[in-house]
């Protein structure tokens, strides 16, 4: 059983195209986070939700929408792609506040490739 | 604010050499800290992780320990194999802080044979 799954792995489209990518958990767990890894590995975060609930939106180009339909589905939907938005995109999960258990547990990354 | 400094890589070891990456971190509260793994082509897994001062975390012959005075949460292994080549990264969860975790920049770990 997967714990985190993304989809797709791989995302090659071309610039000013719009993209969506999926993140399933069935930890049952109540956040939900995405990360973008550029090519020297630095993790950034730009969103998390609790419970459908956006609680954190970094500083992200409004071209990024998250949507989370439940709470074990975080999806991010990329308008007008760019160049520089070629880069690793991690979904993850944690159970957060409820248990105090604050590690992350994360899915196998999409690679976007904007060309 | 919150933060995480790691030594910088990339790192090069023989096998069996010992393993250090440094760790040092600022925080407003009482933090958690972790070490996580990421393997080449996949995502980051939790390696270990502890929750209060003077505590080791340890698996699959890492360790680390939750140092308050130096506030520090180094990473060590005695004898590395090349499957440990990998990039790892120091994280910390502030409980002061917002409901995320701060990442270090991630040392690349390479053993050869």
């Known amino acids: 059983d997967t714990a985190v799954s993304q989809t797709p792995k791989y995302l090659v489209t071309q610039m000013g195209n719009d993209k969506s990518i999926k993140c399933e958990q069935n930890?049952?767990?109540?956040?939900m986070y995405w990360y973008k890894q550029d090519s020297k590995k630095f993790l950034k975060i730009m969103f998390s939700y609790n419970n459908k609930e956006l609680i954190i939106n970094e500083t992200v180009p409004n071209r990024f929408s998250p949507k989370s339909p439940d709470k074990a589905h975080l999806n991010l939907h990329i308008n007008s792609l760019e160049l520089g938005d070629s880069a690793v995109y991690f979904c993850?999960?944690?159970?957060?506040?409820?248990?105090?258990?604050?590690?992350?547990?994360f899915g196998p990354g999409t690679r976007l490739t904007v060309t | 604010g919150d933060s995480v400094t790691q030594m910088e890589g990339p790192v090069t070891l023989s096998e069996e050499a010992f393993l250090t990456i440094n760790c040092t971190y600022t925080?407003?509260?009482?933090?958690?800290l972790f070490w996580y793994v990421q393997y080449p082509g996949e995502g980051l897994q939790l390696l270990l992780k502890?929750?209060?001062?003077?505590d080791k975390g340890s698996n699959k012959g890492f360790e680390a320990t939750y140092r308050k005075e130096t506030t520090s949460f180094h990473l060590e292994k005695g004898s590395v194999q090349v499957s440990d080549s990998a990039v790892y990264f120091c994280?910390?969860?502030?409980?002061?802080?917002?409901?995320?975790?701060?990442f270090g920049s991630g040392t690349q770990l390479t053993v050869l044979p």
């Open positions: 925080a407003t509260g009482y933090p958690s």
């Open positions: 502890a929750t209060k001062a003077d």
């Open positions: 930890l049952g767990h109540d956040t």
């Open positions: 994280a910390l969860h502030d409980s002061g802080s917002a409901r995320q975790l701060t």
């Open positions: 993850a999960s944690s159970q957060g506040e409820r248990t105090g258990a604050y590690e992350q547990y």
